[in-house]
């Protein structure tokens, strides 16, 4: 299908939301909290506050959380997104009003663009 004029901003679009479902799909199968979700405190706790998302756009800096996260073996991070549009936080998407729980099951270095941190990124290293 060709599509005249704005055709490379509408195919972004739909190349941005189509990645978007795959990766609340994809952390959908990874997370571990399943229907009965551990009410064990997480390890990290962030909260993206109602209304970041036009402070933003407002051109008003958020640090939500760090640029990068120190983490260990079997620590749980949580993300409470009460904003009325969806953010990308490192490897997640958070979509609106969505609490992302992820315990970290794997070493390594997780990073990638974050929407509610002034510099623009996240990284999530997890060591043993």
């Given amino acids: ?15 941005s939301a189509a990645l978007g479902i ?14 009965g979700a551990s009410s064990e405190q997480p390890t990290f706790d962030y909260v993206i506050p109602a209304g970041a998302g036009d402070r933003i ?9 760090p640029e990068e ?3 260990k073996l079997d620590e749980t991070i949580q993300i409470v997104n009460l904003d009325d549009r969806a953010h990308v936080v490192g490897p997640w ?17 997780f990073d990638g663009s974050c929407s509610v941190h002034p510099s623009g990124g996240f990284t999530v290293v997890v060591t043993e």
Wanted: charged share 10%.
């Fill in 69 to 71: 996260l120190n983490a």
């Fill in 22 to 35: 795959f990766i609340v799909v994809l952390c959908g199968a990874a997370c571990q909290s399943g229907s």
């Fill in 93 to 109: 998407f958070v979509g609106a009003g969505v609490t992302l729980r992820q315990r970290f099951t794997v070493a390594g270095v």
């Fill in 1 to 15: 299908m060709t599509e005249a004029g704005g055709g490379g901003t509408l195919a972004l679009r739909r190349f």
């Fill in 57 to 65: 756009d407002a051109g008003e800096p958020l640090a939500i959380l």
